[in-house]
C-alpha cells in the first residue's frame, strides 16, 4: 500500500536550527493526516493533525502545511531539540472509514547538540 | 495522564498456537484499533472497532483473527493458529471519535517459532 510516502528514510539537523519532515500522498479522498513521533520500544505519540480543507495548523514548536495540489504536507519542528531525535510517521485518513489510518514508513530524525 | 496500556509486552508462541493479545483503552475513547509493523515495515492497519462491532478492517484481518471487548475495559486481538509471519509488533490504539488522533499503546512483540 503505498498511498503515504515518506521518501527520506534518515535526517539530521543541528540542534536549534529548523526540522523539516516531508510526506507524500497519492489518494485525493483522504481528509486528514497526523503526525506521529516514535521512540524504540515506545508506540506512535501523537503530534499533530490537519484537515483537508486547511493549509496550515500549528502547536508550539510543531506546525503542518498541506499542499493540496501537490498531495503533499511537511512537518516543521523550530527550534529543534535533541529530545526530538525519534521516528517521525505522516498518516492519513478517510472520513467514514472507521478511523483507520494509511502510515508512510517513517523518518529518523537526529538533532545533534 | 491517561494512557493505553498492552500485555504482555513480549509473547512468544509456537507455529499453530492461539494467542491473545490485551489492551486496556483510554477509559472514555468509544473507538478501538488494533495495528501491526512487521520489522522495518510500516505500520499497518488491522481493525477498528466501535459499539461492540467491527467498524472497518484490512485485508490482513483474515478469519484467523478476532477481537472483542470481553469487559468494560479491556480489548483484545485473537490469533487462532499463528504462522511465522504474524511475527510483528501489535499496537493497540483507542480515540474519543473515529476522526480524533489516536492514542498508541506501547505495543506487544509476537514473536512466532
Known amino acids: 500500500d503505498q498511498q503515504v510516502k515518506q521518501n527520506s528514510p534518515s535526517l539530521s539537523v543541528q540542534e536549534g536550527r529548523i526540522s523539516i519532515l516531508n510526506c507524500d500522498y497519492t489518494n485525493s479522498m483522504f481528509d486528514y493526516f497526523l503526525w506521529y513521533k516514535k521512540y524504540p520500544a515506545e508506540g506512535p505519540t501523537f503530534l499533530i493533525s490537519?484537515?483537508?480543507?486547511?493549509d496550515k495548523n500549528e502547536d508550539g514548536r510543531f506546525t503542518v502545511f498541506l499542499n493540496k495540489s501537490a498531495k503533499h504536507l511537511s512537518l516543521h519542528i523550530v527550534p529543534s531539540q535533541p529530545g526530538d531525535s525519534a521516528v517521525y510517521f505522516c498518516a492519513a485518513g478517510i472520513y467514514n472509514q472507521g478511523g483507520k489510518l494509511i502510515f508512510g514508513q517513517g523518518t529518523e530524525l537526529s538533532v545533534k547538540p | 495522564e491517561p494512557e493505553v496500556t498492552q500485555t504482555p509486552s513480549h509473547q512468544v508462541t509456537q507455529m499453530g498456537q492461539e494467542v491473545i493479545l490485551r489492551c486496556v483503552p483510554i477509559?472514555?475513547?468509544?473507538?478501538f484499533y488494533w495495528y501491526r509493523q512487521i520489522l522495518g515495515q510500516k505500520v499497518e492497519f488491522l481493525v477498528s472497532f466501535y459499539n461492540n462491532e467491527i467498524s472497518e478492517k484490512s485485508e490482513i484481518f483474515d478469519d484467523q483473527f478476532s477481537v472483542e471487548r470481553p469487559d468494560g475495559s479491556n480489548f483484545t486481538l485473537k490469533i487462532r493458529s499463528t504462522k511465522l509471519e504474524d511475527s510483528a509488533m501489535y499496537f493497540c490504539?483507542?480515540?474519543?471519535?473515529?476522526?480524533?488522533?489516536?492514542?498508541f499503546g506501547p505495543g506487544t512483540r509476537l514473536t512466532v517459532l
Open positions: 490504539a483507542s480515540s474519543e471519535w473515529d476522526r480524533n488522533e489516536q492514542f
Open positions: 490537519i484537515s483537508s480543507i486547511k
Open positions: 477509559s472514555n475513547h468509544l473507538y
